[in-house]
């Protein structure tokens, strides 16, 4: 106690000094008294470190408690000193609801173990707000974190990084809901595919595209033509704020069937295609994927019929002549009865030419007999 007799120091104290010796388990700290001060590694950090030289260097000044005095000893601790400016900084943190970053120190049974200046647990359920099958991966990783259950007399931080993205989430879904307008052309990517359609993200908010909307052909099913994860580009068909709910078309941003089909269809042309409809008035045959043509019932026989159905069935495949093509109006004029004609006329015209020839090689062969007679 000589050693000490001269030092007014008394446990609980806290005191600046300077690293002096750094040891593998303790460093020495100059505090002024006529001995330097011990403080063991066990003291100096509320995290887990392996060597004191981890946290400490010489000539470091650090601020340290009185922990123990005893004969010819002074034991310090700096993680006390650390524990209340930490704690303090962690209560204002959850009290205003303050989104920090820190890095994940280690990996541990049901978690994650973040530095915070203390231990600061992340429950496995508050990493993400999807599964997570492999933690090893944020081992060194800082993430941004939120204070949710601070417990001083157990030193129990819990921390958790999914309320931090699921916040974020929210804000931007409600930012988006407030800009998107109808009519609002988007890319966004597929998130979801079910069977009446599939989900589009459009920036932190989901909109739905019907089947019906997904293509100008008939679509089956959503899995046929999308696929999660494909970004797409998206018209917006209404916007209801209340229900945040969001109608999109795949479709209404894809050429139209009727786009160019001009270039494809001439008026003259000889068509092959499906009876899709029959009316009253005629029959509609589909030539190309979304293109209908009318024939009109004084089109379809060569001889006068009462209804179409007289001749045609729904799913007959037929061929029908171009009468007009109007790509503006989106109409198309067919015609059977004329395919048929214009049949009839060239086996009429087959038929006189093989007679004409036929007359023409038998007046050749009487000639030649006739010739070698007169011989």
């Known amino acids: 106690m000589d050693e000490l007799s001269n030092v007014n120091l008394s446990v609980g104290d806290q005191v600046t000094g300077t690293v002096v010796k750094v040891e593998e388990k303790h460093a020495l700290v100059d505090i002024g008294a006529k001995v330097e001060g011990i403080l063991p590694i066990s003291e100096i950090s509320n995290l887990h470190i392996e060597k004191t030289s981890d946290a400490l260097s010489v000539g470091d000044e650090i601020k340290v408690q009185v922990k123990k005095i005893e004969e010819e000893e002074i034991v310090l601790s700096k993680k006390l000193v650390d524990f209340e400016k930490v704690w303090s900084s962690l209560e204002k943190k959850f009290q205003d609801g303050e989104v920090f970053n820190a890095e994940v120190k280690e990996v541990v049974k049901g978690g994650l173990v973040a530095d915070v200046g203390l231990r600061g647990f992340i429950p496995a359920s508050h990493v993400e707000a999807y599964f997570v099958e492999d933690f090893e991966q944020y081992k060194g990783k800082t993430l941004s974190l939120k204070v949710i259950e601070l417990d001083k007399d157990k030193n129990r931080v819990i921390l958790s990084h999914r309320v931090v993205e699921e916040e974020q989430k929210n804000k931007q879904k409600q930012d988006s809901l407030q800009k998107i307008e109808s009519g609002d052309v988007l890319e966004g990517v597929v998130q979801r595919i079910t069977d009446f359609g599939a989900f589009v993200d459009i920036g932190g908010i989901d909109g739905l595209v019907h089947i019906s909307q997904l293509s100008h052909e008939h679509v089956n099913k959503a899995s046929d033509v999308l696929k999660e994860g494909e970004t797409v580009k998206v018209k917006v068909l209404s916007v209801d704020r209340d229900t945040e709910r969001i109608s999109l078309s795949i479709k209404d941003v894809l050429p139209g069937p009727w786009e160019g089909v001009s270039e494809k269809i001439k008026t003259g042309d000889v068509v092959e295609g499906t009876v899709k409809r029959l009316v ?92 070698k007679l007169k011989k």
């Open 280 to 371: 009253n008035f005629g029959a509609f045959v589909e030539v190309l994927p979304g293109i209908e043509g009318l024939v009109h019932v004084s089109q379809i026989a060569d001889r006068h019929i009462g209804t179409p159905k007289e001749v045609l069935e729904v799913g007959q495949t037929v061929q029908a002549k171009v009468l007009e093509v109007n790509e503006e109006n989106k109409r198309l004029s067919l015609s059977i009865r004329e395919v048929e004609n214009d049949k009839n006329r060239q086996e009429i015209a087959q038929y006189q030419q093989n007679q004409e020839q036929g007359t023409f090689q038998l007046g050749d062969v009487i000639g030649e007999q006739l010739g």
